[in-house]
């Protein structure tokens, strides 16, 4: 059972309009929350992070948000560029059991210009 | 600064070949993880190592043997590689296991098993 879900497994958006990437979980002892964004034959690379005490968390154009009520996080872009097209993991971890990174499937972003 | 590397960067192998891929991080950090990629299915975390010394199984471990050698280097052993077992491989270092950890990642390592 997939703890971490990201159901759209691919988004296109035009180049200066806002891309919104979503995350939904289910483990209730996650408290915090990772965007990552692969592009292709490279390592994911680290790119913004929110703990469960915040419902917003902003670096530069990239904007996470939480809503703990819902299980849901996400990340909006803006404006987005050629160059965010990439591939973008949500990932969670917690305390106890659940203290271990659990990633979603990714979503496929692509910019178009 | 590196940060983390990973060697070798592509391997292909025949069924029942053995390998051992290897990791190292040059940022001081305690804890360090091998995942695979599969399409379609994120990161999986095959095992991890809190701190020097330990090591413990991920969700998917088997198949696979870890040794942390030391602080810098954590490498992953497949003694008798299996077809399921293509995918692409990535290590990890983070500075502490679960407290507002963020993993750092090296470049990957594709393997294929004919």
């Known amino acids: 059972d997939q703890q971490v879900k990201q159901n759209s497994p691919s988004l296109s958006v035009q180049e200066g309009r806002i891309s919104i990437l979503n995350c939904d979980y289910t483990?209730?002892?996650?408290?915090?929350f990772l965007w990552y964004k692969k592009y292709p034959a490279e390592g994911p690379t680290f790119l913004i992070s929110i703990s469960s005490i915040k419902d917003k968390n902003e670096d530069g154009r990239f904007t996470v948000f939480l809503n703990k009520s819902a299980k849901h996080l996400s990340l909006h872009i803006v404006p987005s560029q050629p160059g965010d097209s990439a591939v973008y993991f949500c990932?969670?971890?917690?305390?106890?059991?659940?203290?271990?990174?659990?990633f979603g499937s990714g979503t496929q972003l692509t910019v178009l210009p | 600064n590196a940060g983390v590397t990973q060697t070798p960067k592509f391997q292909v192998l025949k069924t029942g070949q053995s390998m051992t891929l290897q990791c190292a991080q040059d940022m001081n950090h305690n804890s360090m993880y091998w995942y695979r990629q599969d399409p379609g299915m994120g990161l999986r975390l095959i095992y991890y190592s809190a701190s020097e010394g330990t090591t413990d199984k991920g969700e998917v471990p088997n198949g696979y043997n870890v040794s942390r050698l030391n602080k810098r280097e954590f490498s992953l052993r497949l003694e008798s590689a299996a077809p399921s077992q293509t995918s692409v491989y990535f290590c990890?270092?983070?500075?502490?296991?679960?407290?507002?950890?963020?993993?750092?990642f090296g470049p990957g390592t594709r393997l294929t098993v004919l």
């Open positions: 483990n209730s002892m996650f408290d915090y």
């Open positions: 990932a969670a971890s917690g305390t106890g059991s659940a203290r271990q990174l659990t």
């Open positions: 990890a270092s983070s500075e502490a296991l679960g407290v507002a950890d963020t993993q750092y």
